[in-house]
């Protein structure tokens, strides 16, 4: 069965260093891979997502990926954090018309 | 960006009572969703929705839920009776194409309280 995981459900960072947040994914082809964040009291929100092509992809905010098909991973990254980026990060997959989210990291940035 | 509008933002009711969700979707958009979430963790899909039929539901989705969007007004979701086990935020989603390869577009959610 499918599945996607983020083996953190915590992570504290200071402002200004890099971050990485982990993702793994189970599915027996490339599914379509996504990252959302969500601010308190907020839906969620795209950041990036992926098809197909380059495995690093860009999103908003300083916000990229990187897709690894032989780790089935989709580790996010950004090279600085702000305390704004202070919030809930979902993993998710996409395939036969349904989404499926992890179970999501929370993020604190430490001034 | 493209917004989806939930209302109302909180709702208490008493068990047993029947709620009415509603979800304002981004106008042009086709496909639409209720999400559950139960203390800030993971999002639980509970049905799609496209051309005024339920096209998945999930085994959340129980027999006391109904989903309809009449006359492409509000995209509701309506649980009678309410049960305890029900208080979660809910969350309505929207997409212009089928789920696979299209970005959601969320609502900030419904938080329902059952007393």
């Known amino acids: 069965a499918q599945s996607v995981t983020q083996p953190d459900a915590r992570v504290t960072v200071s402002e200004g260093a890099s971050l990485q947040l982990r993702c793994k994914y189970s599915?027996?082809?490339?599914?379509?891979l996504f990252w959302y964040v969500q601010y308190p009291r907020q839906g969620l929100q795209l950041l990036l997502k992926?098809?197909?092509?380059?495995?690093v992809v860009q999103g908003v905010n300083g916000f990229e990926a990187e897709f690894s098909k032989s780790n089935s991973s989709f580790h996010l990254r950004k090279a600085s954090v702000h305390w704004s980026d202070s919030a809930v990060y979902f993993c998710?997959?996409?395939?036969?018309?349904?989404?499926?989210f992890g179970d999501g990291t929370q993020l604190v940035v430490k001034p | 960006g493209p917004k989806v509008l939930q209302i109302p933002s909180h709702q208490i009711i008493d068990m047993g009572q029947m709620v009415t969700l509603n979800c304002d979707p981004v106008?042009?958009?086709?496909?639409f969703y209720w999400y559950k979430q139960i203390l800030g963790q993971q999002m639980e899909f509970l049905v799609n929705?496209?051309?005024?039929?339920?096209?998945?539901k999930s085994k959340l989705f129980k027999d006391q839920f109904s989903v309809e969007r009449p006359d492409g007004s509000y995209f509701t979701l309506k649980i009678q009776p309410t049960a305890l086990e029900d208080s979660a935020v809910y969350f309505c989603?929207?997409?212009?194409?089928?789920?696979?390869?299209?970005?959601?577009?969320f609502g900030s959610g419904t938080r329902l309280t059952v007393l």
């Open positions: 989603a929207s997409s212009l194409a089928s789920a696979s390869a299209e970005t959601l577009y």
């Open positions: 599915y027996s082809a490339t599914p379509y």
């Open positions: 992926y098809y197909s092509g380059d495995p």
């Open positions: 998710a997959v996409s395939y036969n018309n349904r989404i499926f």
């Open positions: 106008s042009n958009h086709l496909y």
């Open positions: 929705f496209y051309n005024g039929k339920v096209m998945e």
